[in-house]
């Protein structure tokens, strides 16, 4: 693997990438079967990694973003880390980039999180944004990821898959309209209420970009793909079924009339009640389960709903706090959820993503747990 993380080092030829090495995601997440579960885990990439916080320091959140160097550089950390452990990179980004290619300022607060300094207050704001008439294009915005995928493609050099993503239309408004993280979301669900015909117009314009935007990842070597539904749980069945799943089907829809043997995954969290109509009434591959589901109970439920109609892998779902445990309790708790998938159709990870308190060598004795009770599952 070759460290890009010079301006000069950068290779955006997208005709001819290294052979991949490591196929065992994609096999899992097309659901055939395989030799064990693979392994990744969502914000691999992050804080809790002493390399990626040297690098943070010299460089804003954004930045890092937007130099296909860098982003390259740290989304290759993790895999260089834990070498052999990992089954797939996910691409260094945010899921902000999209309301920032739409027109809005997004700024990383430093012990805070996201911060949009004018978020959308009232319908009237959706001027503001940005559209196709004034001559915006979304590969022309997000230009900068695709190039940050092309250039990661070949610094992993084949070693495993890399995944792109997208945040989901509803968490995207969320963001939007509260101007950042909340805990009731009440701005933003007021808006369900007091202006559905407005909250479905923004929704529907950010699906559009995000499923555009995935097509262009993939294009630009993205080898699978997951959109992140991360505030699912903040709407009830009906209000899920209303405001967020008509829009995660459309993405899927849309990109796999594109590119239909590109695996892609859902991660709605907390919306575990949805499961059923996330198998049935969408194309995704793979759905993605948080922490506060059974994994059998998952399992045997997509299985009653799709009645062998289509194959359904799950994704999950250690609860990323059981990393704060000891060696001997977190390999317990992965064996447990491993056997709890059962024997086929799984990718392991956790139900969300890391943290910046989480030990590194603590999760390297998940990775290993995993390989171990999976190939011990399948023997
Ligand atoms: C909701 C959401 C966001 N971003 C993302 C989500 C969906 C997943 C989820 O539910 O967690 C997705 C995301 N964010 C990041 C990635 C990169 C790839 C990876 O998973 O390794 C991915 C896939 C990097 C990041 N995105 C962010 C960081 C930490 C910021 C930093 O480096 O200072 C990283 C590594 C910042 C971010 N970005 C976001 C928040 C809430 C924060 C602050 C969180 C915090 O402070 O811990 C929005």
Redesign the pocket.
């Known amino acids: 693997m070759t460290s890009a993380n010079r301006d000069h080092d950068v290779n955006f030829d997208t005709a001819s990438f290294p052979p991949l090495t490591n196929d065992l995601y994609l096999r899992t997440a097309r659901g055939e079967p395989t030799e064990r579960a693979p392994v990744w885990c969502?914000?691999?990439?992050?804080?809790y990694l002493p390399e990626f916080r040297a690098i943070?320091v010299e460089n804003e959140?954004f930045k890092v973003c937007r130099s296909p160097a860098l982003a390259t550089e740290v989304t290759v950390q993790p895999i260089r880390r834990y070498t052999g452990l990992l089954d797939a990179a996910?691409?260094?980004?945010?899921?902000?980039v999209i309301p920032q290619a739409m027109g809005l300022d997004v700024q990383?607060v430093?012990g805070k999180?996201?911060h949009l300094p004018e978020p959308l207050r009232s319908p009237d704001d959706l001027s503001r944004l940005t559209d196709k008439q004034s001559g915006y294009s979304v590969d022309r915005e997000l230009d900068y990821v695709y190039k940050a995928i092309t250039n990661t493609r070949h610094a992993l050099n084949g070693e495993v898959p890399l995944l792109g993503?997208v945040?989901a239309p509803w968490?995207l408004m969320a963001y939007m309209v509260e101007g950042g993280?909340s805990k009731t979301f009440a701005l933003a669900k007021s808006w369900l209420f007091k202006h559905p015909e407005a909250s479905h117009e923004l929704l529907s314009r950010i699906a559009d970009v995000a499923a555009e935007f995935l097509v262009g990842q993939i294009r630009a070597g993205a080898q699978a793909v997951q959109v992140?539904e991360?505030w699912a749980g903040e709407l009830g069945p009906q209000d899920f079924a209303t405001f967020s799943l008509p829009y995660l089907a459309r993405i899927a829809t849309r990109v796999k009339a594109t590119y239909p043997d590109v695996p892609m995954t859902v991660f709605a969290?907390g919306a575990h009640y949805a499961l059923e109509q996330l198998a049935k009434d969408t194309l995704y591959d793979v759905i993605s389960l948080d922490w506060t589901i059974d994994p059998a109970v998952a399992r045997s439920r997509v299985d009653a709903a799709v009645q062998g109609r289509r194959k359904v892998v799950l994704q999950g779902n250690l609860d990323p706090t059981v990393l704060f445990g000891d060696e001997q309790t977190i390999r317990e708790r992965t064996r447990e959820m491993c056997r709890a998938f059962g024997p086929a159709s799984h990718i392991a990870n956790l139900g969300?993503?890391m943290m910046?308190s989480h030990d590194p060598e603590l999760l390297r004795v998940f990775l290993e747990s995993v390989h171990e009770a999976s190939s011990a599952l399948r023997k």
């Open positions: 969502m914000r691999q990439a992050g804080r943070r959140f996910i691409i260094f980004s945010d899921i902000l990383m430093p999180g996201p993503f945040g968490t993280g992140f991360s969290k969300h993503g910046p």
